[in-house]
């Protein structure tokens, strides 16, 4: 069983992914530059709202290179002399990365109550780590409780964010958990330029006779209507989550309820960019199939008579959605639609429209028990 969402997004002007350059991203799409939003840029977003850990009721997974100072910190805590709970600390992140000086070589996902079960494991067995000679940053004792650890976790994880985006982790790849949600990235719906806000600032302290801004500079943005995709494997995020039904259903729940408000933080500051969503599809599929609607825009949306994307995008994406189930067939698929214009220009779609958020949550939670 598939959970698929369709989003489409219509953001003011703003900069909320940058490339190396400072630039709104971007990306070539039938034929014309289009605003991008990357999916790490979505996937982080999601997982970072409050809404997606309250609904869980799991803490958020930490991605860092520093889970030797978490370990550390936990056994300082537990009242060890700082500097074994250190060397400990460093001995057990290698388990996972080489150090590079004091952290390690990459980031590690690591869920909260696996950093708490690594902290309890060595202070069960404290005195042979203690005690155990480190050579060359190596501690036979530590090695042992690793082992012994990993063969718990492999191919699972207590994390709903670790289930939903996976972890990748060359140097053990018995720790890789296979991605139970495929985030596309975010695409305009329609031919995008860029343009540049020339920005001066006062200094408050300059004299009458001292001209000139206090400094200068340009800050490059845009402005689109974006399309967002993601499907999520129901199967899988069961068997990342060590079969848990009940906390895989909450994590779908999450999941939709903080991509509905996932907004990413890029020059938020400086644009205040927070827009909802205008047009919510939600689709429960069975038969292992997947349709991303991106194809509805690769000619490229023009804006109405009236002017705007929301309303021509919204119609291609339905007459889009209603040619895939002429010609594929639509007879097992559950759709529920969401859409903040009561007057939005929908025909195949029309008889899935929810009213609210909790109808269109509670919809999609509903065709997962549903045969």
């Given at each position: 069983?598939?959970?698929?969402?369709?989003?489409?997004?219509?953001?003011?002007?703003?900069?909320?992914?940058?490339?190396?350059?400072?630039?709104?991203?971007?990306?070539?799409?039938?034929?014309?530059?289009?605003?991008?939003?990357?999916?790490?840029?979505?996937?982080?977003?999601?997982?970072?709202?409050?809404?997606?850990?309250?609904?869980?009721?799991?803490?958020?997974?930490?991605?860092?290179?520093?889970?030797?100072?978490?370990?550390?910190?936990?056994?300082k805590q537990a009242g060890k002399?700082?500097?074994?709970?250190?060397?400990?600390?460093?001995?057990?992140?290698?388990?996972?990365?080489?150090?590079?000086?004091?952290?390690?070589?990459?980031?590690?996902?690591?869920?909260?109550?696996?950093?708490?079960?690594?902290?309890?494991?060595?202070?069960?067995?404290?005195?042979?780590?203690?005690?155990?000679?480190?050579?060359?940053?190596?501690?036979?004792?530590?090695?042992?409780?690793?082992?012994?650890?990993?063969?718990?976790?492999?191919?699972?994880?207590?994390?709903?964010?670790?289930?939903?985006?996976?972890?990748?982790?060359?140097?053990?790849?018995?720790?890789?958990?296979?991605?139970?949600?495929?985030?596309?990235?975010?695409?305009?719906?329609?031919?995008?330029?860029?343009?540049?806000?020339?920005?001066?600032?006062?200094?408050?302290?300059?004299?009458?006779?001292?001209?000139?801004?206090?400094?200068?500079?340009?800050?490059?943005?845009?402005?689109?209507?974006?399309?967002?995709?993601?499907?999520?494997?129901?199967?899988?995020?069961?068997?990342?989550?060590?079969?848990?039904?009940?906390?895989?259903?909450?994590?779908?729940?999450?999941?939709?309820?903080?991509?509905?408000?996932?907004?990413?933080?890029?020059?938020?500051?400086?644009?205040?960019?927070?827009?909802?969503?205008?047009?919510?599809?939600?689709?429960?599929?069975?038969?292992?199939?997947?349709?991303?609607?991106?194809?509805?825009?690769?000619?490229?949306?023009?804006?109405?008579?009236?002017?705007?994307?929301?309303?021509?995008?919204?119609?291609?994406?339905?007459?889009?959605?209603?040619?895939?189930?002429?010609?594929?067939?639509?007879?097992?698929?559950?759709?529920?639609?969401?859409?903040?214009?009561?007057?939005?220009?929908?025909?195949?779609?029309?008889?899935?429209?929810?009213?609210?958020?909790?109808?269109?949550?509670?919809?999609?939670?509903?065709?997962?028990?549903?045969p």
């Amino acid at each position: 069983m598939f959970v698929e969402i369709h989003f489409l997004q219509n953001f003011a002007p703003s900069n909320l992914n940058r490339d190396d350059t400072g630039n709104p991203k971007d990306t070539d799409f039938g034929g014309v530059r289009r605003a991008r939003i990357s999916s790490q840029c979505l996937k982080r977003a999601i997982r970072s709202e409050p809404v997606f850990a309250a609904t869980t009721a799991v803490e958020t997974a930490v991605r860092t290179r520093y889970m030797n100072r978490l370990i550390a910190d936990a056994l300082k805590q537990a009242g060890k002399d700082e500097a074994q709970a250190q060397a400990a600390a460093n001995a057990f992140a290698t388990q996972y990365s080489k150090l590079d000086k004091d952290h390690t070589a990459v980031l590690i996902y690591l869920s909260r109550s696996e950093a708490r079960e690594i902290s309890a494991r060595l202070l069960e067995k404290w005195d042979e780590v203690a005690a155990a000679a480190l050579k060359d940053g190596k501690n036979p004792v530590i090695e042992t409780i690793a082992k012994d650890l990993f063969k718990t976790l492999k191919n699972r994880t207590s994390a709903p964010d670790i289930a939903l985006f996976g972890r990748m982790l060359a140097e053990k790849p018995d720790l890789n958990i296979d991605a139970a949600c495929q985030v596309a990235h975010a695409i305009s719906t329609h031919r995008v330029s860029m343009d540049m806000d020339f920005y001066t600032a006062v200094d408050d302290l300059s004299r009458d006779d001292e001209t000139g801004a206090g400094m200068m500079g340009v800050i490059p943005y845009n402005s689109a209507c974006f399309y967002r995709y993601a499907r999520l494997d129901w199967d899988l995020l069961v068997k990342n989550l060590g079969g848990d039904g009940g906390l895989a259903r909450r994590t779908v729940e999450g999941f939709l309820r903080a991509a509905i408000v996932a907004v990413p933080t890029g020059k938020q500051n400086s644009f205040a960019a927070q827009n909802p969503p205008d047009f919510c599809l939600g689709v429960v599929r069975r038969d292992g199939e997947s349709w991303s609607l991106a194809n509805a825009f690769e000619k490229p949306v023009r804006p109405d008579r009236e002017g705007g994307y929301l309303a021509p995008s919204i119609a291609a994406l339905d007459a889009y959605w209603g040619r895939l189930c002429r010609v594929y067939g639509g007879g097992g698929l559950r759709p529920a639609a969401l859409a903040l214009d009561e007057d939005a220009p929908l025909n195949h779609l029309k008889p899935a429209l929810v009213p609210d958020r909790e109808a269109w949550v509670g919809a999609i939670l509903g065709g997962l028990e549903q045969p």
